[in-house]
């Protein structure tokens, strides 16, 4: 695309400036806002539609596995976050303190929720008793908060909103089931409905979350070639059992530590939709995903508004009665000029444009947002082969991303191969020893950090041995290990 040409859609191109790009998109969009309050967003509708939908289709997978809903407080006392000895210094820097309330000081202070093991952990020491109250399965949507230092709409949040879950089983191999089966879910979602070609795996030791056994996430690489983690799964022991007394009775009559998990998936996910469809015209959200799929546009002249309204609105019904989301736009004011390049900077799929001849021909024109080119379409197809369309556009997305993903991740054996492949952009997959020293060394040489180690599936994942790129010891893994410039 050329500057001419981008720059009828307000926001620079990707190659130029990404970071300005992604920033602009984010508020031309109408996605969110910055917000008076340093470090927070304010969603705006468009970009809460996006979000509720993720919000539905996660919590209705989650019903269908057993969970319920409930709701804890925002605020957990501070001692609550000091009990368990990883999990608070994994926190500290990030906590926001309450130390009053109205004009009383507090004896003790509370925090804001950076994350809810805590409190939930002194909640089940007094609900399970036996291990017929187990399995316990729930989750919650809210707000989290965390003192980001540098925030990016999104991204890194002040506070940012998420769907937590938080399970008590009676064994390990019970856990870690739940572990697994909620990684898979994640991966699964962000694969059929979002489009994203994440890699699952389990994070290093240094890399897995305060207070967590173990921790397995899914990355996203984005189209500037960093990372995103999209989502955690954690099998969490008996850690936080232990720490607030999470006792029940077994079946051989004597008392056991419950052993627990947590999982989440944000609101950074449309960060990741955002980064890894986007072009240089702004959005490309995916069909699944997308709050309006089919935009149609009615051209009108001061004699024949009421007319053509009307025939967008019966095309719009019907659409809709083949259960599209679909939107007509009536805005006036604003050319049809303007109204293309906006319905395309918001990433709507498909735009059906409906003018005066049209209708007397009985055709419309109809424009994916991934094609240039125009198509005429009889008015008594559109309907039938929308489905079809937006399945189309849904698969391409996946397969750029896909392609993009492969062409950007690159094998290696030397540490000189390791750092050019990252100064280049890409991510790298290597052998590691596991020694947290030796990452921490990678970190500060090449702002490289771990991502995670693959599970055995479709990307990047297959057994081998080797020796470390960094050491020369032997692989802690027996898989290769992929790293990447993080956001």
């Known amino acids: 695309m050329t500057d001419?040409?981008?720059?009828q859609y307000g926001v620079p191109l990707q190659s130029e400036?990404?970071?300005?790009?992604?920033?602009q998109v984010v508020i031309k969009a109408d996605l969110a806002d910055y917000s008076p309050v340093r470090g927070c967003m304010v969603v705006k509708p468009y970009g809460y539609a996006v979000w509720e939908r993720i919000n539905r289709d996660m919590e209705d997978a989650f019903r269908a596995t057993g969970h319920e809903g409930l709701l804890f407080p925002t605020l957990i006392p501070m001692n609550f976050i000091t009990k368990e000895a990883d999990h608070v210094e994994g926190f500290a820097p990030e906590l926001f303190t309450v130390t009053k309330i109205g004009t009383e000081v507090l004896e003790e202070p509370y925090v804001m929720r950076p994350t809810s093991e805590t409190i939930i952990g002194h909640m089940w020491a007094q609900w399970l008793n036996s291990y017929r109250d187990l399995p316990f399965l729930h989750y919650q949507a809210g707000a989290v908060f965390r003192a980001e230092l540098r925030t990016k709409l999104f991204l890194r949040t002040a506070e940012f909103y998420w769907q937590e879950g938080h399970t008590a089983h009676e064994n390990e191999g019970e856990a870690r089931a739940e572990v697994l089966q909620q990684l898979d879910l994640y991966h699964r979602y962000s694969r059929d409905v979002l489009a994203l070609p994440v890699i699952r795996g389990r994070k290093t030791d240094s890399e897995r979350f305060a207070g967590a056994v173990e921790t397995y996430s899914i990355e996203g690489m984005m189209?500037?070639?960093?990372?995103?983690?999209?989502?955690?799964s954690h099998y969490l022991g008996q850690n936080f059992a232990k720490a607030f007394e999470v006792k029940f009775q077994g079946r051989d009559q004597k008392e056991h530590y419950v052993h627990t998990t947590s999982w989440a998936i944000s609101s950074r996910i449309i960060g990741a939709i955002i980064m890894t469809h986007g072009d240089d015209k702004?959005?490309?959200l995916p069909p699944r995903i997308a709050p309006v799929q089919v935009v149609i546009v009615p051209i009108t002249r001061k004699d024949n508004t009421e007319a053509m309204y009307a025939a967008a609105d019966e095309l719009a019904a019907e659409l809709a009665s083949a259960g599209h989301r679909?939107?007509?736009d009536k805005r006036e004011g604003v050319s049809n000029g303007f109204k293309y390049n906006d319905w395309e900077l918001k990433g709507v799929p498909v735009r059906i444009e409906l003018g005066p001849r049209d209708l007397e021909a009985s055709v419309v024109v109809v424009k994916d947002r991934d094609s240039d080119?125009?198509?005429?379409?009889?008015r008594a197809d559109v309907v039938a082969?929308?489905?079809?369309?937006?399945e189309r556009i849904q698969q391409a997305l996946y397969d750029r991303a896909l392609d993009f993903l492969e062409e950007n991740t690159v094998t290696v054996d030397t540490y000189d191969d390791f750092k050019a492949a990252i100064e280049a952009?890409?991510?790298v997959r290597a052998f590691h020893c596991g020694d947290p020293e030796s990452e921490k060394q990678i970190a500060e040489e090449t702002k490289a950090k771990t991502r995670n180690v693959p599970m055995d599936d479709e990307l990047f994942g297959e057994p081998e041995e080797g020796v470390c790129v960094h050491t020369g010891k032997p692989s802690a893994y027996g898989k290769r290990v992929i790293f990447g410039r993080q956001y």
């Open 373 to 378: 080119a125009k198509e005429t379409v009889s």
């Open 282 to 284: 702004g959005l490309r």
């Open 4 to 7: 001419a040409k981008a720059a």
């Open 385 to 390: 082969h929308m489905q079809a369309r937006l």
């Open 17 to 23: 400036d990404f970071n300005e790009w992604y920033n």
């Open 425 to 427: 952009g890409k991510w």
């Open 223 to 232: 189209r500037d070639g960093k990372a995103l983690q999209s989502g955690t």
């Open 326 to 328: 679909v939107r007509v």
